[in-house]
Each structure stands twice: as C-alpha cells, then as structure tokens.
C-alpha cells in the first residue's frame, strides 16, 4: 500500500463515496493518535498539535492552510495560545472521505 502521504486528494463530488467501515479501520491504525468526532451526525478526524507559545501555533496553522490550498481540501482549524486543533472531514459528502485520510497523515508530517 502507498503511504497515505504520497497520495494526492482527488476532487470530491457530493456523491462520493464516504469511507466504508472496513476501509475506515484500515486508514485510521496509518493516522493512530487522530480521533473520531461525531458532530451532529458527521464524521471528522481531530487531532491537537502542542507548541511551546502562540508564533509557533500560528506558523503551523499556516502551514496547514498552505498545504490545504495546494491539494484543495480544506480542515477546521483552531489556533490557541500552545495549541493547534485540526478537524478534517468532506463538507461535500458529509462525512469521511479518504482525502481526509491523506490530509491527517500529510498534518502529521508537518509537525514533524
């Protein structure tokens, strides 16, 4: 299998399919310290990214909105002071998509 981080996102339609369960158990042990939230019925992946004070927070909520222009798929992104909080999900279909996947993973390597 192709590392989630050297795939790219594909354009998304509303009748995309979301991820089936199987797949799903499958994708998320390649992202293992993202949660699954539900919120208001819809699926998104989550995960906050500790920093040691706001500048360096903010550099890497920019990081995250360059990285999301280049593939055109764009997270929920809350910046605190030491805090990062990315949520990715497909507005489009409502739920997961396996571009969230890539997009987790892709967070991740940002971080480092």
Not at 17 to 23: C, G, N, R
Not at 27 to 36: E, F, K, V
Request: hydrophobic share 45%.
């Amino acid at each position: 299998m192709v590392a989630l981080t050297e795939e790219k996102c594909e354009a998304c339609r509303a009748d995309a399919p979301k991820v089936a369960d199987a797949e799903l158990a499958e994708l998320i042990r390649a992202i293992p310290d993202w949660n699954i939230e539900v919120r208001e019925g819809v699926m998104q992946l989550e995960k906050a990214f500790n920093f040691k004070n706001f500048v360096d927070a903010l550099d890497f909520t920019n990081k995250v909105a360059a990285l999301a222009e280049r593939e055109g798929h764009h997270p929920a992104l809350l910046t605190e002071w030491g805090k990062t909080t990315v949520t990715w999900w497909s507005h489009k279909v409502k739920g997961l998509h396996r571009n969230d996947f890539i997009m987790s993973a892709k967070t991740d390597q940002l971080y480092g």
